[in-house]
Structures are given as C-alpha cells and as structure tokens.
C-alpha cells in the first residue's frame, strides 16, 4: 500500500507537526510513503515514518538533492510535472496544508479517482476533511485497502 503525503514546502510549524505525526502513523501501519522529496511538509512526513522504520519515496521535480529522510529518491528532471507522478503512485492521498502546487496534486488525485483526505488544506469538493493526522490516516488506509482489494 502507498500513501502519498503531500503539501508545501515551505510549511508552517503546526503542518510540520501534523506531517510529522501522518508520517509516523503511515508507517506504522506499514504503508509506503510517497512524496515530492523536498522540504517542509514532505521532509516532516519523511523524518517521521523513517524514525518508525518505514520506507519513504521522494518523487523530486529535479535532478539533484531530496530530504535527508528519503530511503528512494527518484530524480525526475520534470518540474512540476512530477506532481503527477506523486498522485498516480498513491493508493491515497492525505494533504496537509498546500499551496497552489498541493492544489494541483488534489485536483489530479481527484481526476483520477484516488481519494483525498485534507488536514487543514484546501476546501475542494471531494477532498474528506480530516480531525487529525490519526484520522486522516485511518481513512485512507482503508480507503487504499478497498481500491488495492
């Protein structure tokens, strides 16, 4: 099962803290975590699924660099365009924050039918907002569970 988390990297403190804790949880239910690579919302989901022992992948929009918490980093040289790759190798989609480039990853998500779950993100039709990073992890993993069979 992959979940991908996703949102700004340039985050606030309080969406650290809940990137951190989805990625923890991520992790512990023994899910892959995949996101864009960089910094702070995905860097925070990174640190805390690796410091439970699960495994991250960084789908990064250039051809060098990626967080230090990444245990695959795919350089795609793509730019944005990597956003894509982010949603379309998710069972799910949990979205903490966001700027326009998480707006953009929603809105493929949704195209594609892969089921979004939002903390404190974009209010978007289709997106289940979410209490917490444990309930937002809960969903979608059984939400992953169903389209996985």
């Not at 640190?47 to 795609?76: K, W």
């Not at 956003?83 to 998480?102: E, H, Q, R």
């Not at 444990?134 to 059984?142: K, L, Q």
Request: hydrophobic share 45%.
């Amino acid at each position: 099962m992959q979940i991908a988390v996703i949102g700004h990297g340039d985050a606030a403190p309080e969406e650290c803290e809940a990137a951190y804790a989805t990625g923890r949880l991520v992790a512990g239910r023994k899910a892959v975590l995949v996101c864009g690579g960089l910094g702070g919302v995905m860097e925070a989901a990174c640190r805390g699924a690796r410091e439970t022992g699960g495994t991250t992948v960084g789908i990064l929009p250039g051809t060098d660099g990626g967080n230090p918490n990444l245990s695959i980093t795919i350089r795609t040289g793509l730019g944005i365009a990597r956003n894509a790759l982010v949603v379309l190798s998710a069972d799910a989609v949990i979205a903490v924050g966001g700027k326009y480039g998480t707006l953009s990853e929603i809105a493929m998500a949704l195209r594609t039918g892969c089921p979004v779950f939002g903390i404190g993100t974009w209010d978007v039709e289709g997106v289940m907002p979410c209490s917490s990073p444990e309930d937002a992890v809960e969903r979608a993993v059984m939400a992953a569970g169903l389209r996985t069979g």
